[in-house]
Structures are given as C-alpha cells and as structure tokens.
C-alpha cells in the first residue's frame, strides 16, 4: 500500500491580510509568483512597449462603447484643469478627458512593465494598491486629496482588467519575435499579476468578515454609515462598527419570527 504524500498546511491570519505585505506575501505564494515571472514581465516591455497606443486606443474605445463605463470620465477628472465634457455622448478618443485618462493608463502599464523589484516589500504593490483606492472615490494618492474623485463600481474595474489582460495576451501570441515557451512565461506572469491588481482593487470595495475589515468602497456600508451618523466620517477601520447594530437588529428580528411562528 503506497503512503500518502503529506501536505504541510501554512497558517494565514485573516487580520494580517490587511496588511499589504502579508497579502502580497500570501498571494505570491498562492499563485506562485515568482522572481522569474517579475522578470518575464520586465522583458514583455520591449514586446507591448510599441504596442501600447493601439493598447490604449483598443480599451477606450471599449469603455466609449457603454454609457455605464463612459458616465465615469465625463464628469471632472482628477489631476485635469480643463474643460468637463458636456455629456458622454461629447467624449472621444480624442478628447482632452480620454487624452489625460490614456495618458495615466499608459504611465500605469509602463510602471508594471519596468519594474524591477518584486519582493513582498516593492514599491510596486504600494501603487497598485493605491490605484485600487482611487476608483471607489477616494484620492489614494496624497497628491490627489484636493482633486475631484473618481468613483467605479467594482464591477467595471474588473471587467476592465480583464480586457486588459486579453489585450496583452493577444499582442505577445501575435509577435514573431519570441518563442512559444518565452510567450508562455510572459503571459502566464501577466496573468498572476493582473490578478494580484484584481485582489487589491476588490479589498477597497469588498467587506471581508474575516477580518473584520469595511473599507471605504463598500457603498451599502458607507449609505448607511451615512444616515446614521451624517456628520461623522466613514472610514475602513469605523464603518466596520457599523455591524455590531445591523447584525444585532437583524438577529432580533429572525428570533422574533421564530417565536411567532411556534
């Protein structure tokens, strides 16, 4: 009779996921990500530099072609002094909105791309992590605290990042330049990392029980922090206190109903 092969179980703290060393920590290993695929998404650089523009063109044109996703860069944008676009049906491709949204599209992908260092305490986790507060309607970023906010749902960012990730794939399996196994590599590292994006844009919109975390972008949350305390702020580490009542009133009524019923 053959022995089964053990599996050594790692512990992970839910608390500790609220930290974004420990989450990249945890992530990286989830996924496997390793130096090797840092380094394949450094050398994918040379590949998707020349292609960014038709990249960028390709992902607004497609964010245009629904009012839902469009409604998001007509009003104000953070960090631009010009002129509001009347209403979505206004904005274009080349429209000074589109221009300095493209324009921060390409500055993103171009960090991820040149980035050097990937260990659980890189810069680069930091950013993506900001990128990731600045959609729920906060600044994320100091310089951003007195610009207009930008608010996405959830739903948009992720749809986004995957047709971004499509994208690149469609333009490494297109070059004639690398070779299947080197498309494989870069591909594959695109892949987890853009999840990793995926997983620091949700932790601002998601309430994760576990560790009792309420960040900001929740929106149920933050309404009814709202009403019931209009003049105080709303912030991950408070809004979470908001559960204490809701679940409190909530288990009141179930055991209200129980007794009635018998």
């Given at each position: 009779?053959?022995?089964?092969?053990?599996?050594k179980?790692?512990?992970?703290?839910?608390?500790?996921?609220?930290?974004?060393?420990?989450?990249?920590?945890?992530?990286?290993?989830?996924?496997?990500f390793?130096?090797?695929?840092?380094a394949?998404i450094?050398a994918?650089?040379?590949?998707?530099?020349?292609l960014?523009?038709?990249?960028?063109d390709?992902?607004?044109?497609?964010?245009?072609?629904?009012?839902?996703?469009?409604?998001?860069?007509?009003?104000?944008?953070?960090?631009?002094?010009?002129?509001?676009?009347?209403?979505?049906?206004?904005?274009?491709?080349?429209?000074?909105?589109i221009?300095?949204?493209?324009d921060?599209?390409?500055?993103y992908?171009?960090?991820?791309?040149?980035?050097?260092?990937?260990?659980?305490?890189?810069?680069?986790?930091?950013?993506?992590?900001?990128?990731?507060?600045?959609?729920?309607?906060?600044?994320?970023f100091?310089?951003?605290?007195?610009?207009?906010?930008?608010?996405?749902?959830?739903?948009?960012?992720g749809?986004?990042?995957?047709?971004?990730?499509?994208?690149?794939?469609?333009?490494?399996?297109?070059?004639?330049e690398?070779?299947?196994?080197?498309?494989?590599?870069?591909?594959?590292?695109?892949?987890?990392?853009?999840?990793?994006?995926?997983?620091?844009?949700?932790?601002?919109?998601?309430?994760?029980?576990?560790?009792?975390?309420?960040?900001?972008?929740s929106?149920?949350?933050?309404?009814?922090?709202?009403?019931?305390?209009p003049?105080?702020?709303?912030?991950?580490?408070?809004?979470?206190?908001?559960?204490?009542p809701?679940?409190?009133?909530?288990?009141?009524?179930?055991?209200?109903?129980?007794?009635?019923?018998r």
């Open positions: 009779m053959t022995e089964k092969a053990s599996i179980m790692q512990h992970i703290s839910p608390i500790d996921l609220r930290s974004i060393p420990h989450r990249i920590s945890y992530l990286k290993r989830f996924l496997n390793t130096e090797a695929d840092g394949a450094q994918s650089a040379a590949v998707l530099g020349p960014i523009p038709a990249v960028l390709a992902v607004y044109t497609n964010l245009l072609s629904y009012d839902i996703t469009a409604k998001a860069f007509a009003p104000p944008q953070p960090e631009f002094d010009g002129p509001a676009a009347a209403s979505v049906q206004d904005l274009t491709l080349d429209h000074p909105q221009l300095h949204r493209k921060f599209l390409k500055r992908l171009l960090q991820l791309a040149g980035n050097k260092e990937w260990d659980d305490e890189s810069k680069i986790w930091d950013y993506m992590d900001k990128v990731g507060i600045m959609h729920t309607g906060e600044p994320g100091k310089h951003r605290a007195r610009r207009p906010e930008l608010r996405v749902e959830y739903v948009h960012m749809a986004l990042l995957a047709f971004v990730e499509d994208v690149v794939v469609g333009a490494v399996m297109g070059t004639e690398l070779d299947l196994q080197t498309k494989t590599q870069t591909i594959r590292a695109w892949n987890k990392l853009l999840w990793i994006q995926n997983d620091l844009f949700a932790r601002h919109y998601v309430v994760d029980r576990d560790s009792k975390f309420a960040p900001r972008g929106t149920a949350l933050a309404k009814a922090a709202d009403a019931k305390y003049d105080a702020a709303v912030t991950a580490e408070n809004s979470f206190k908001l559960l204490g809701i679940l409190g009133g909530a288990f009141t009524v179930l055991i209200w109903l129980l007794y009635t019923k």
